[in-house]
């Protein structure tokens, strides 16, 4: 599973992009071989000025053969963003997978 991260009004640093890849390791980890890619993209609607929810979280990840599925979300900081982001890819993820079992079990 490749991992590819954007930061877009944002400095990015090695803490948050560790974050995100740990973060996405713990919730979907157990999907890796069956995702080519994730893109991540960190973003700040307000820039340098700080407001509730400007911090936005969009997470788009390609299972192999099947459409991406994208979700996102927003809130004040950048580290919590991405963990409820990585929980609802999860969700999301888990859903997919689980029907497609259920359609075609091992």
């Known amino acids: 599973m490749q991992v590819q991260v954007n930061f ?3 400095k990015g640093s090695e803490s948050l992009e560790q974050h995100i890849r740990e973060e996405l ?3 979907i980890g157990r999907y890796a071989t069956r ?3 994730v893109e991540v993209h960190v973003s700040d609607h307000n820039g340098v000025k700080h407001s509730p929810n ?3 979280c969009l997470m788009e990840a390609r299972p192999a ?3 991406p599925f994208v979700i996102e979300h927003h809130g004040d900081d950048f580290f919590a963003v991405v ?3 990585a929980d609802k890819l999860e969700r999301v993820l888990s859903k997919h ?3 497609l079992n259920e359609h075609h079990p091992h």
């Open 54 to 56: 400007d911090k936005r």
């Open 25 to 27: 390791e713990r919730s």
């Open 83 to 85: 963990s409820v982001g």
């Open 35 to 37: 995702i080519t890619r």
């Open 8 to 10: 877009a009004d944002v």
């Open 65 to 67: 053969g099947h459409e």
């Open 97 to 99: 997978f689980d029907k």
